[in-house]
Structure formats: structure tokens, C-alpha cells
């Protein structure tokens, strides 16, 4: 059991601190041989720095309002619907109003830097003191989530999911009872739907959270609706409900439920009442984990299942919405590293390993190929979804993400219900930090 209470008063430090921090580095520093290896840095178009194009997108989204087009008719750049909420459109002005380079390296160093603070978070709440052999851990985790999949697309594309998932940790992960905890996960909600599920989890929970994610949520569109008037009625009657708008269902990139039904049945319109039945199963997988670990006090497990329930149940889910399984690899290092049974270490680390193997950006080389609305001489696939040549693997390969979800689901409801009670990680000593007297003050 993990005491989300431990964020205040830490409980944890790494073990043997700056040489677990070296070891990190290095362990950097051969993620960037192997990205290197893996899709080159310096390729012209696959780079991980040159490409950008979702950002370009809600760029000129907003600069289509700015010009008096309509948000949600006709395609933007040429190549793609605008799909997200007119409010966001209105967030994204500043983006706009500067060149696409400018624009470009900013959003790339900030979510470098989200990330890092993600992963901060994800530690101080499991009960770690945020020290510097700590950030400098931090920081080459930054480094090491390259090869993830969900975080190099989410760079290589301008995507804003780990903007999303900055909002929700840090304002989920506070304490019960914090003021207006669930307001800004309701403005994420009013960005991007999908993070309306955290208002289910809440209410499951019995939490006052709920009504904050909802009134975040309301005022975040009537915004939308002040600023663009004739956009979000359109948007709200209606074309947020259209799926297809983001793509057909059966694309590799989408991995969600209907996204392996419709891969592996290769019809772009999956059995509804199948498609239904599994996204009910799954809602009740992943808010019934959720509301476990939560009673177990682990609200960073239940936060990022939760986070996960989203992109297995959305009609469309790309690799990167999957940035959700970055925190979920921090807690498996937690209990590699503070386990108090050599056992339990070994088999977190199995997890990580796992999770870092279904997620991992795994490259396929392409020559002449037409895609993103435009031909490429050659081309970088990422993410285990493109490997599809073994047709007896299809079931598994299709939908990666998904079936990491449901191991994840599946084994926290396990633990949770046969080990109620059992504490899995080193219970160690509080320090209590004494205020020295400046020097010339009485102790008095």
C-alpha cells in the first residue's frame, strides 16, 4: 500500500541516492544511442524535431477563426479536420500569432519540461523527497520515455497529451479536501473530452472533486461559446459525437477497443453491440482497479488507470494518447526499488520491462510510401502496431496498448483483492527537519 498523504510528508528517498542517480545517466545516455539507432535524430522529415504537424494544425485552427473561416468546415492545412473544442482554439491564439519555428521549439521545450514535472509528481506523491539526486533521476527519465512510442510521437507530432496528463496528476494526486481539486482536470475535459472520465471515477469514489471537474468543464465551453459563438453550437450539436472526423477506425495508430475490432476484423465499421459490450466491460475494469487503489491509497495508480480506461474506451486512441503509461512506469520503479521482498523487486521490474516492451517505439523502415496527405521517398513507422507481417500475432500486435491496459487492470484487482492488507514497500523512518537559529539569534 502506498499513502497518497506521503506527498506531504515524504517518506522515501532513493537508495544509495547519487549512485542510483549515476546509473540513471547512464542508462540515458544509451536511450539516445539506441533512439539514434532506432529512427535517426537527424533524418529530415522523421526526426523526432522536424515534423510538427498536429501543432501546425491547432495553429491554424485558431488563425482560421482569426480570419472569420469556420472552425469545424472543411480541413485544415488541407490534410485534416479540426477536432478539438473551440475553446481550445482560443488557447492556442499565442501559438498562432508567432512563426511556425518559433511556435515549433517552444511547445517542444515545454513538453520537455511537462514531462519532467509529471514525473516529479508522479514521486512526491508515491512519498519520495523531490532532492537532486531525485530530479537528476527525473530528468534522465525524461530521456529514457523517448523510446517510448505515445512520448516520441507526442514531440514528433506538436501533441498536446502531456499537457493534459500535467493538469490532471497535479491536480488529482492533492489531497482529498484541497481547494478546487477536479477544476482544472474539468478545463482539460473542456480542451480534449476525454478526460470527462475522471468526473465518473470521482463520483464512483464518492468524491466532492466531481462537481469541480464538472464546473471546470462548463466553464471552459461557455468561454468557447462567448469567444466563438457560431463554432461551438455547431461543435456541440453534434460533430463532437463524429468519430470519423479523426480517421477511419481501422488505422494501426488506433489503439483503442474499436481500433483492434476493426483492425482485426479489417472493416472500418466494427460490430456496434460488440464494440458496446467491451467498452462497458473495460469502463468497469478500469473504474473498479481505480476505486481499489484508491482505497488502498495509491491515487496515482487509480489516476493513471483512469487515464488509461479513457484511451482504451475512445473511438479513436493514437499511440500518443498513451503518455499515460509513463507514470505507470514510475510505479513499478518505485517498487523495484523500495520492495521489501527481493521477489516483489524482480517482478516490478518485469512489469516495467513489459510495459517499456508493448509501448516502445519498435521502427519499420518503409520505402515509398503515401502518408500524413503527402508521398514519402521513405519512412520511420513507430510503435509495435505497425509490425503486422505474423497474421497469427494480429490479435496482440493490433491492439498493444489495449492489451496493457487490461494486464494492468486485471493484476491491480488481483493484488488488491487477495493482499487487502499487505504493505509491499520498506515502511521508512520520517525525518523531522529542525530549524536551526540563525547565528546571533537566542535560542530563546
Not at 522523421?46 to 501543432?55: A, H, K, R
Not at 494480429?394 to 492488507?421: E, K, N, Q
Amino acid at each position: 500500500m502506498i499513502d497518497s498523504r506521503s506527498a506531504i510528508n515524504p517518506r522515501f528517498r532513493l537508495p544509495r541516492p547519487w549512485l542510483t542517480a549515476g546509473v540513471f545517466v547512464v542508462l540515458a545516455v544509451v536511450s539516445l544511442i539506441v533512439h539514434q539507432w532506432a529512427v535517426p535524430f537527424n533524418d529530415v522529415d522523421w526526426g523526432m524535431f522536424n515534423n510538427g504537424v498536429d501543432l501546425d494544425v491547432y495553429r491554424h485552427g485558431s488563425l482560421s477563426v482569426v480570419d472569420g473561416h469556420r472552425l469545424y468546415e472543411g480541413y485544415v492545412l488541407g490534410i485534416q479536420y479540426y477536432t478539438y473544442t473551440p475553446t481550445s482554439a482560443v488557447i492556442f491564439l499565442p501559438f498562432a500569432a508567432v512563426p511556425f519555428v518559433v511556435a515549433h521549439w517552444t511547445w517542444t521545450v515545454c513538453i520537455f519540461i511537462a514531462l519532467y514535472f509529471c514525473i516529479t509528481l508522479c514521486f512526491r506523491n508515491l512519498g519520495y523527497a523531490i532532492d537532486w539526486p531525485l530530479r537528476i533521476v527525473a530528468m534522465s527519465l525524461v530521456v529514457m520515455s523517448l523510446l517510448l512510442e505515445p512520448v516520441r510521437t507526442t514531440i514528433w507530432f506538436g501533441q498536446i497529451n502531456v499537457f493534459l496528463m500535467l493538469m490532471i496528476l497535479w491536480d488529482l494526486t492533492r489531497p482529498e479536501g484541497s481547494r478546487l481539486r477536479g477544476f482544472t482536470t474539468g478545463i482539460a475535459a473542456g480542451i480534449k473530452l476525454t478526460p470527462l472520465i475522471f468526473a465518473v471515477y470521482l463520483l464512483a469514489v464518492r468524491s466532492r472533486a466531481a462537481k469541480w471537474v464538472v464546473i471546470g468543464f462548463v466553464a471552459t465551453g461557455a468561454i468557447g461559446f462567448l469567444c466563438l459563438p457560431r463554432d461551438s453550437w455547431k461543435y456541440w450539436s453534434g460533430t463532437f459525437l463524429d468519430s470519423q472526423r479523426v480517421g477511419p477506425s481501422n488505422m494501426a495508430g488506433n489503439q483503442s477497443i474499436r481500433g483492434l475490432l476493426a483492425n482485426v476484423g479489417n472493416t472500418t465499421d466494427p460490430n456496434v453491440i460488440l464494440w458496446a459490450a467491451l467498452v462497458l466491460a473495460a469502463l468497469a475494469l478500469g473504474v473498479g482497479a481505480a476505486m481499489l487503489s484508491h482505497r488502498r491509497g495509491n491515487e496515482l495508480l487509480a489516476v493513471t488507470l483512469m487515464g488509461m480506461t479513457a484511451t482504451t474506451v475512445s473511438p479513436m486512441s493514437w499511440g500518443h494518447h498513451w503518455v499515460w503509461v509513463v507514470p505507470l512506469i514510475i510505479i513499478c520503479l518505485h517498487y523495484v526499488l523500495q520492495a521489501r521482498k527481493p521477489a516483489v523487486s524482480v517482478a516490478a521490474l518485469v512489469a516495467a520491462l513489459a510495459v517499456g516492451a508493448g509501448t516502445f517505439l519498435w521502427p519499420r523502415y518503409v520505402v515509398n510510401i503515401a502518408t500524413l496527405g503527402r508521398h514519402w521517398d521513405h519512412a520511420y513507422l513507430t510503435g509495435l502496431f505497425v509490425h503486422n507481417s505474423v497474421t497469427w500475432l494480429h490479435w496482440l500486435v493490433y491492439g498493444s496498448y489495449v492489451w496493457v491496459f487490461l494486464i494492468t487492470a486485471v493484476v491491480t484487482v488481483v493484488i488488491a483483492l487477495r493482499y487487502p492488507d499487505k504493505v509491499a514497500v520498506r515502511q521508512q523512518p520520517e525525518r523531522v527537519a529542525v530549524r536551526q537559529p540563525a547565528e546571533g539569534v537566542s535560542k530563546q
